[in-house]
């Protein structure tokens, strides 16, 4: 991931289970990411600090396993209190994981853009990074530290908080939630580390292009939900259509192929791999 984001802007679209990030994979992205609310929303839960740290890790194995792709994973509020952080660290990194962020809020917390949200004390958060940096082996994982204040305590607050956030050691600043092309470009003047840009749909942050935020100064966007998303509205309108007809006949041309399923799951080479191993004979005498 370092050395990705060393040469430009890396696009990270959401990957929400394995075969999504074979498809990221699959149209050329360079890098993978897994939120939060996807994981919660692929168990049928709101994105309410639900979930725990080996259902998250879990998530995330399976999308490192299949995908070449480095993933950068939602960590939340790192699954409790400081050592809980280092545990976190350490089960994400073993997993292989590139990155993780962690995030500023108070538990439970809630999705970053909707409003209510509370942020926890400036140390305390500190803590949080320092731990974190503490506790990764290899350093190459980078530790990615995301900050709400902006909703609760204003921009000029939510520059200082991540100042602190990079003095404590954090590798990049994730700021959730601005709501302008200005507060964008404030952020870039004022901190001289990676920035990474959440241009999730139907939020508070306005949907600006990728050329036209590493032009501003920004070194990671990602798009948590927009394959989520698309899915489900596909998915919901294919089975409404479904329950009225009676036969999917009418939408066939909306559905993947069983040869493009089997060649993005590489259908062909596991078969032929398990042939392979079935036939084999020993070795000769």
């Known amino acids: 991931m370092r050395r990705l984001i060393s040469k430009g802007a890396v696009v990270a679209p959401g990957a929400y289970n394995g075969v999504s990030a074979l498809i990221a994979q699959q149209a050329g992205f360079e890098a993978l990411y897994m939120s939060g609310s996807g994981v919660a929303g692929n168990m049928g839960l709101p994105d309410l600090s639900m979930t725990t740290l080996t259902e998250v890790v879990e998530d995330a194995r399976r999308i490192v396993s299949v995908s070449r792709l480095p993933l950068i994973v939602d960590a939340d509020t790192g699954f409790g209190e400081t050592m ?4 976190t660290t350490r089960m994400m990194e073993d997993a ?6 962690l995030e500023d809020q108070v538990l439970p917390k809630r999705c970053g853009h909707l409003s209510g949200k509370k942020v926890v004390p400036l140390d305390e958060m500190v803590k949080k990074i320092r731990a974190a940096v503490s506790a990764r082996r290899n350093e190459n994982f980078m530790i990615i530290a995301r900050t709400d204040a902006r909703a609760v305590e ?5 520059i200082e908080r991540s100042k602190e956030y990079v003095e404590a050691g954090a590798d990049a600043i994730f700021t959730e939630a601005l709501e302008s092309r200005d507060e964008f ?3 870039a003047r004022e901190l001289d580390v990676p920035l990474l840009a959440n241009m999730t749909e139907f939020g508070k942050s306005p949907l600006l ?6 032009e501003i100064g920004y070194r990671i966007v990602i798009f948590p939900l927009t394959g989520f998303r698309v899915s489900l509205k596909a998915v919901k309108d294919s089975y409404i259509q479904l329950k009225r007809d009676g036969t999917q006949n009418n939408f066939l041309d909306r559905l993947m192929t069983r040869k493009d399923y089997y060649d993005l799951i590489g259908y062909n080479e596991y078969e032929k791999e398990d042939n392979e191993i079935f036939n084999y004979k020993g070795v000769k005498k």
């Open 96 to 101: 292989g994981v590139a990155a993780i962020h």
């Open 209 to 214: 292009s990728v050329d036209e935020l590493e």
């Open 84 to 87: 809980n952080v280092v545990r």
């Open 154 to 158: 204003g921009v000029k607050e939510a």
């Open 185 to 187: 470009r404030e952020f």
